[in-house]
Nanobody, 118 residues
Framework: EVKLVESGGGLVQPGESLTLSCVAS????????LSWLRQRPGKGLEWVSA????????YYAEFMEGRFTISRDNAKNTVNLRMPSLRPEDAGVYYC???????????WGQGTQVTVSS
C-alpha cells in the first residue's frame, strides 16, 4: 500500500521557520518525482515545489521568491520542505504528493497544518 505521511507543521510566529517532512512507503521511492502543494484558507490548491527522482533538480513556484528549499533523502524515503522566514500568507495545509507521470499526482498524504500568526 502506497503511503505518504507528512509531519512538521505547527504554529509559528512571522519570521520563524519550519521544516516539513514526508515519509513514503509502499513503492520504490527513487522511481518518482515528488511535490509539495498547499491549500490556504479560502484559496484553491497551489503547487509549491517539486523535486526529481534523484534530488538533482528542484522546482519552485514563483511566489516562493526563493525562500523555501525542497530536498529528498532516498535512503530514508523522505522528502523535506524547509521554510524559513514564514509569513502569515504561507499558512495553510501542506500536502506531499507523488507524481505519477501521465497519471498526474496519483498519491497524496493527509496534509500537515502550518499556521503563521503573532
Amino acid at each position: 500500500e502506497v503511503k505518504l505521511v507528512e509531519s512538521g507543521g505547527g504554529l509559528v510566529q512571522p519570521g520563524e521557520s519550519l521544516t516539513l517532512s514526508c515519509v513514503a512507503s509502499g513503492f520504490t521511492f527513487d522511481d518518482y518525482a515528488l511535490s509539495w502543494l498547499r491549500q490556504r484558507p479560502g484559496k484553491g490548491l497551489e503547487w509549491v515545489s517539486a523535486i526529481n527522482w534523484n534530488g538533482h533538480s528542484a522546482y519552485y513556484a514563483e511566489f516562493m521568491e526563493g525562500r523555501f528549499t525542497i530536498s529528498r533523502d532516498n535512503a530514508k524515503n523522505t522528502v523535506n520542505l524547509r521554510m524559513p522566514s514564514l509569513r502569515p500568507e504561507d499558512a495553510g495545509v501542506y500536502y506531499c504528493a507523488r507524481w505519477g507521470d501521465y497519471r498526474g499526482y496519483d498519491y497524496w498524504g493527509q496534509g500537515t497544518q502550518v499556521t503563521v500568526s503573532s
